[in-house]
């Protein structure tokens, strides 16, 4: 049903007296002292989807006006977002194809006004800073559990937002005073003090001598865990060589050609920097076994692959080394949810080390019913009931758990980590659901930052890098009137020059 002319105009407009109208979206007077003919002539010109922003504007508790932007700003936004998103380059607004397929206003790298376009030579070292912070007001909401299990697992109200992605001032220097000086900085920026910053959780610990006493430190759990995970796999690290060995081998130009002539699987060799390489080798191993003895002994001589092939005893204590790395595999993805709280991830590690007790030096299991935090560069140490506080002075954040329960054996389900026990009723605590237990998400911003700094953008100014990624990342923080209001600041300096 089409809108009244008097609805749209008294929803998109403000009558200043009688027969003039000020548009909400530029502010141009419209004369229109007989009907609104002049009034909807300028909104179709100007707004074309006039009709459906009232009918947003109608449907909001606050419908008495909505301040709309030009259709130019809108192509504009469409434009960045794009760019941004698809980590494109900046000159694909004005290739030949993205505009002939593209149902988009036609514009030039300078008119992305929120963009920079200076270029230079060179490679930097880049530091991100992030803010955590809990959201309550979020319309996120976990999958409900059965009441079987505990409901402090998950935290969907926690929120990151990129504050910066630069190198240090001086490159020369990345000691961590130079960092103690950017995070200062940063802080600076926005206009934040340093009692503002509650706990930190850095990739890196080099910073401990500068801001231990002062801050926080929480170690990221899945280095903790991929740590004493390497040291469970010490015995069996000749084994292991063994088969790295042998996908190197299959690797070769003449190996891939044997495999392919009876299966398309490819070999996978292990990487040092990536815990899950280490799961993926032996299972490549194991589905590649069948394929590897049905060759003959001739063709095995020919490709020289009997020292790397496995024996019988070899082929069982891989595969029982599998079944390990497949309940380890489990835990890393696990704990690399962006959801996941510090006590899920403790009654983890306490499910772990039941079943896996070499664990117990790297991750030790909770032994009191309630823990209290202090500062620590590579983990969180636990005392009894008694608060202690910080150099500082403030006390640390304190939290209580239930009593670790007896687990039974033999138990290889995640889930079982997870469930509820009967124990004494827990007392009140500092909700700490919304701090993160790993540095992951700083490691998924360098994964994306590939993406933008690619090998052919490598003279991209660290300016519009910094831009770029910081679009990229706090995507939820601009809109298209955030986009409406730099074009108004600028035409605005324009006017005042």
């Known amino acids: 049903m089409p809108l009244e002319s008097r609805l749209i105009v008294r929803t998109l407009t403000t009558q200043d007296s009688r027969g003039l109208y000020s548009c909400n979206s530029c502010s141009k007077i419209i004369k229109s002292t007989n009907g609104y003919t002049n009034v909807l002539n300028h909104l179709k010109r100007f707004n074309p989807t006039y009709e459906a922003n009232t009918q947003v504007a109608l449907g909001t508790a606050n419908s008495v006006s909505i301040c709309l932007v030009e259709h130019a700003t809108t192509d504009m936004f469409r434009w960045i977002e794009w760019i941004v998103m698809d980590c494109l380059p900046l000159t694909f607004c004005e290739r030949e194809l993205g505009r002939r397929n593209?149902?988009?206003?036609?514009?030039?790298?300078?008119?992305?006004?929120?963009?920079?376009?200076?270029?230079?030579?060179?490679?930097?070292?880049?530091?991100?800073?992030?803010?955590?912070?809990?959201?309550?007001?979020?319309?996120?909401?976990?999958?409900?559990?059965?009441?079987?299990?505990?409901?402090?697992?998950?935290?969907?109200?926690?929120?990151?937002?990129?504050?910066?992605?630069?190198?240090?001032?001086?490159?020369?220097?990345?000691?961590?005073?130079?960092?103690?000086?950017?995070?200062?900085?940063?802080?600076?920026?926005?206009?934040?003090?340093?009692?503002?910053?509650?706990?930190?959780?850095?990739?890196?610990?080099?910073?401990?001598?500068?801001?231990?006493?002062?801050?926080?430190?929480?170690?990221?759990?899945?280095?903790?865990?991929?740590?004493?995970?390497?040291?469970?796999?010490?015995?069996?690290?000749?084994?292991?060589?063994?088969?790295?060995?042998?996908?190197?081998?299959?690797?070769?130009?003449?190996?891939?050609?044997?495999?392919?002539?009876?299966?398309?699987?490819?070999?996978?060799?292990?990487?040092?920097?990536?815990?899950?390489?280490?799961?993926?080798?032996?299972?490549?191993?194991?589905?590649?076994?069948?394929?590897?003895?049905?060759?003959?002994?001739?063709?095995?001589?020919?490709?020289?692959?009997?020292?790397?092939?496995?024996?019988?005893?070899?082929?069982?204590?891989?595969?029982?080394?599998?079944?390990?790395?497949?309940?380890?595999?489990?835990?890393?993805?696990?704990?690399?949810?962006?959801?996941?709280?510090?006590?899920?991830?403790?009654?983890?590690?306490?499910?772990?080390?039941?079943?896996?007790?070499?664990?117990?030096?790297?991750?030790?299991?909770?032994?009191?019913?309630?823990?209290?935090?202090?500062?620590?560069?590579?983990?969180?140490?636990?005392?009894?009931?008694?608060?202690?506080?910080?150099?500082?002075?403030?006390?640390a954040r304190r939290f209580v758990l239930k009593t670790r329960p007896t687990l039974r054996k033999n138990v290889v389900t995640l889930l079982a980590a997870f469930k509820r026990r009967k124990t004494t009723k827990r007392r009140a605590y500092v909700d700490l659901g919304y701090v993160p237990l790993t540095s992951n998400e700083w490691e998924r911003l360098f994964s994306r930052a590939k993406l933008i700094f690619s090998d052919i953008r490598k003279r991209m100014d660290r300016v519009t890098l910094e831009t770029l990624v910081f679009l990229h990342c706090n995507r939820s923080q601009w809109d298209v009137y955030t986009v409406d209001k730099v074009r108004n600041n600028i035409r605005r300096m324009l006017d005042n020059n």
């Open 102 to 395: 593209a149902n988009l206003h036609h514009v030039c790298v300078k008119t992305l006004s929120c963009i920079s376009t200076k270029w230079l030579r060179g490679g930097r070292h880049y530091i991100a800073i992030f803010a955590v912070f809990n959201d309550p007001g979020s319309n996120d909401t976990t999958v409900p559990r059965s009441s079987d299990y505990h409901d402090d697992l998950e935290c969907p109200s926690r929120r990151f937002v990129l504050l910066a992605f630069c190198p240090m001032e001086d490159e020369g220097d990345l000691s961590a005073q130079s960092l103690f000086h950017l995070i200062a900085d940063t802080l600076t920026k926005y206009e934040q003090p340093w009692e503002a910053v509650v706990f930190m959780v850095p990739s890196q610990l080099f910073c401990e001598s500068c801001v231990s006493g002062a801050v926080l430190l929480i170690g990221c759990a899945s280095h903790r865990f991929a740590l004493a995970v390497r040291e469970f796999m010490q015995s069996e690290e000749g084994l292991l060589d063994k088969v790295h060995k042998l996908m190197k081998k299959l690797s070769t130009v003449k190996g891939r050609s044997l495999l392919r002539s009876c299966t398309n699987l490819a070999p996978v060799m292990r990487n040092d920097n990536r815990w899950s390489s280490t799961h993926a080798m032996p299972q490549r191993n194991s589905k590649l076994e069948p394929f590897l003895r049905s060759f003959d002994a001739e063709t095995v001589s020919v490709y020289d692959l009997e020292p790397m092939m496995l024996n019988r005893s070899e082929t069982l204590r891989i595969t029982s080394l599998l079944k390990d790395l497949d309940n380890f595999e489990s835990v890393t993805k696990t704990l690399q949810g962006p959801t996941l709280t510090l006590s899920a991830a403790r009654r983890l590690f306490d499910h772990d080390v039941a079943n896996y007790p070499n664990l117990k030096e790297r991750v030790p299991p909770l032994q009191q019913t309630s823990i209290t935090l202090r500062m620590s560069p590579d983990r969180l140490r636990f005392s009894g009931d008694k608060l202690s506080r910080l150099q500082s002075g403030r006390l």
